[in-house]
């Protein structure tokens, strides 16, 4: 097939240029297939739903080398050697879970890529699992073997912190090493994590937070807030997130939570808001509850993402994986297209090494799940083991990531 005929069956956005390149660099199948197909997968008759850019319509979507090569509304079959179909399916960006625990083997880290390949979800963030003397394994054990794409958040400081220290003392000192070992490693690594609650750090959970925010600003990194039980207060927590820091556990019932008594969200948190702080569910074992999030939703409070909190001790329960999660939230009030978002660009523009992430555009990383919404009566279950009978939930049926399909074990 010559590449002026193909050059019209792709979408403008790739130019000749970059076809031609994608031709060289083929792998051989073949001289005799190689001539007769242009794309390694074609998705073929779904309904493609890009929440990036506005765009929902029945396409076809052609992958090659790991790129998204055309999204068109009618690219022929004998163009690809794997075509699925794809009639009766939402087609979406893979899905991004910005608040996971995957370091397999330390502190209830899970393995990702059998949840991804069931789950849609392309993009993982692990949420602090692992501290600065344990990056180098992460990146070997964790991220270099895996076949979804993984990156994470630095834990503020080792969990072995010698018990008969100043435990102030302890974390400031691990601050800089802690740093070093983000930057060193940012193309894995994309901020520091820390959980803030009387029930995680006792009462240095504020001068914990203190040290996260100096060494976040000296190292201009990206701070992840688990919040739980104060003190601190939330007020006293908000004001020091500050743009593009994240609250996680926003839906949660506990005394550093985002509503007041009244079931309102809190002036701090609207300002903290409005300074560019992100909301983030992360939903775990004790911290979503449906209450809470109809109460905010109500309020005018959306989540900006949609995380799982997955570790192995809620995998079989409540949480299961993130469409189950996105379940819930829509359950609670969200629509489907809201949900999509939270889970997708969203979370996307924080995974900033991986250009596209969340979104399906020519020439972007060809991360595809394929979904459906299917009606009927499904119990869910939230933190607190509150249980509701849903009428809609997400189902997931095929991940592709980084162009290949994910095939989940038997």
């Known amino acids: 097939m010559h590449a002026g005929r193909n050059s019209d069956m792709i979408s403008s956005a790739v130019n000749r240029r970059m076809l031609m390149k994608w031709l060289a660099a083929a792998p051989v199948y073949g001289a005799a297939a190689q001539q007769a197909r242009l794309y390694d997968i074609l998705i073929k008759g779904g309904e493609v739903h890009d929440p990036a850019r506005d765009f929902r319509q029945k396409a076809d979507i052609a992958i090659r080398q790991g790129i998204i090569a055309a999204i068109e509304p009618d ?12 009639a009766g399916r939402l087609v979406t960006p893979g899905l991004v879970d910005l608040h996971t625990h995957i370091h397999y083997g330390v502190r209830s880290g899970i393995e990702a890529d059998p949840v991804a390949a069931r789950s849609g979800t392309t993009t993982w963030l692990d949420a602090g699992t692992f501290a ?5 394994g992460f990146r070997r054990f964790i991220v270099e073997p895996a076949k979804c794409r ?14 008969d220290s100043d435990p102030v003392k302890d974390v400031r000192g691990a601050m800089d090493r802690t740093g070093r070992a983000a930057q060193e490693n940012s193309d894995i690594v994309l901020g520091v994590k820390i959980q803030i609650g009387s029930n995680m ?4 959970s504020l001068d914990f937070l203190k040290i996260a925010r100096e060494l976040c600003d000296r190292y201009k990194l990206r701070l992840m807030a688990h919040i739980s039980f104060a003190p601190p207060s939330t007020d006293e ?3 020091l997130m500050r743009p593009g820091d994240i609250i996680t556990h926003c839906y949660n019932t506990h005394t550093i939570g985002i509503l007041d008594e009244q079931g309102k969200v809190k002036p701090s948190v609207r300002d903290a808001r409005s300074r560019g702080v992100l909301f983030d569910v992360g939903h775990g074992s004790g911290s ?11 309020d005018g409070f959306a989540p900006d993402s949609i995380s799982t909190d997955i570790y ?41 090494p991986l250009l596209g992430a969340g979104t399906l555009r020519v020439g972007g990383p060809a991360d595809v799940a394929l979904l459906s919404v299917e009606k009927g009566q499904f119990l869910l279950v939230d933190a607190q083991r509150n249980r509701v009978t849903a009428q ?6 095929l991940t592709i990531c980084r162009g290949k399909r994910l095939l989940a074990r038997v």
Do not use: W
């Open 288 to 298: 979503f509850n449906f209450e809470i999030a109809r109460k905010a939703l109500n």
């Open 75 to 86: 690219i022929a079959a004998d163009q690809a050697l794997d075509v699925i179909d794809a």
């Open 201 to 204: 750090n006792g009462r240095y």
């Open 312 to 352: 192995s001790d809620n995998i079989r329960g409540p949480v299961y994986d993130l469409p189950t999660t996105l379940s819930k939230l829509m359950h609670s009030g969200m629509s489907f297209d809201d949900v999509l978002k939270c889970a997708t660009v969203n979370p996307g523009k924080v995974i900033t």
């Open 392 to 397: 809609q939930r997400i189902v997931s049926h």
């Open 237 to 239: 927590v908000m004001a």
């Open 150 to 163: 993984i990156f994470g958040l630095v834990h503020l400081y080792p969990s072995n912190r010698n018990p």
């Open 132 to 136: 600065y003397t344990e990056v180098r």
